[in-house]
Every structure is written in structure tokens, then in C-alpha cells.
């Protein structure tokens, strides 16, 4: 019976992502999210929140650091807007990894950021979907800053 469950559960994942859009091969997730990551700095740096925007999906949702849950494409645009606006910060960021299973991929990396709030060093996790049209949007972003904390020896 446990073989049974085995590989039913196997043909079942299968079946699902045979029947997703994969108009692209795996290795083109990995094209695709590299290659959106110098137009998605140039917009940071120039504080251009919209364009920033212009990246998530209209449910994506980003878990910053000392803040709320910014919650679909507005929110997330909101969020950045404000926080460009206050602290004027250049980024750099690196993907370490891009893994991809069927219309969805995941990146995660470290970045740094120059602001007029300071310097930071961090890490992320980036959740990516690849919408109907074929292009790839976020779904969901966490950053976490690798900083120690005001008083905390690191």
C-alpha cells in the first residue's frame, strides 16, 4: 500500500507541473531572475519605487525588517516609497542560489545598502512566479539584515 501512496504522490506532482506553462526550460528561470536584477537596482538607487514595483505580482508580499508586512502590489510600492524617500540607500545585491520547480523559482543571496541611515549587510529570500504572459514576478520577499542589534556584540 505504501508503494501505492509513492508513487501515485510522485505521478501527481508530476502531472502538475506537466501541465503548467513551461514554455522555458528550468535554466531559463535563472536567466530570467539575473537578468532583472540590474534594471531592479538602477530603480532602487534612483529611489524609483514604481519601477521597484513593477516587479512584485498584485498578491506579492515583502516581510522587511522593523516593519509590517507590506501586503500586494500597492502596499509594496508604498513601503519602498517611503522607505527611499527616507533614507536615499544604494544597493548591491548577489544571488548565491535560483532554484526552480515548474512556474515557481526562489533566489536567495546577501546584499549590502549605503544609506543616510547607515551602512547594512544582509541576506534575502526571494519567491518567484512566472505569471501567464511568461515574465517573472515576485511573490514574496523577506530581507534580513545581518547586523547585530543596538547593544549586542556580534
Known amino acids: ?30 536567466a530570467a531572475l539575473r537578468g532583472a536584477q540590474p534594471g531592479f537596482i538602477r530603480a532602487f538607487n534612483a529611489g524609483d519605487a514604481d519601477t521597484v514595483a513593477k516587479y512584485y505580482s498584485d498578491d506579492a508580499v515583502f516581510l522587511g525588517p522593523n516593519a509590517p508586512i507590506a501586503t500586494g502590489n500597492a502596499g509594496v510600492r508604498d513601503m519602498f516609497r517611503a522607505f527611499l524617500t527616507a533614507t536615499h540607500p544604494a544597493l548591491s545585491i548577489t544571488a548565491d542560489r535560483i532554484v526552480q520547480s515548474c512556474d515557481m523559482a526562489y533566489e536567495y543571496g546577501h546584499y549590502t545598502t549605503q544609506s543616510s541611515a547607515g551602512n547594512d549587510t544582509g541576506k534575502y529570500l526571494t519567491v518567484w512566479r512566472r505569471m501567464p504572459n511568461g515574465d517573472w514576478k515576485i511573490v514574496a520577499d523577506s530581507i534580513n539584515s545581518s547586523m547585530p542589534m543596538p547593544g549586542m556584540a556580534h
Open 1 to 30: 500500500m505504501r508503494k501505492i501512496t509513492v508513487v501515485v504522490s510522485l505521478g501527481l506532482l508530476l502531472a502538475a507541473c506537466s501541465t503548467t506553462n513551461m514554455s522555458t526550460t528550468a535554466s531559463d528561470a535563472d
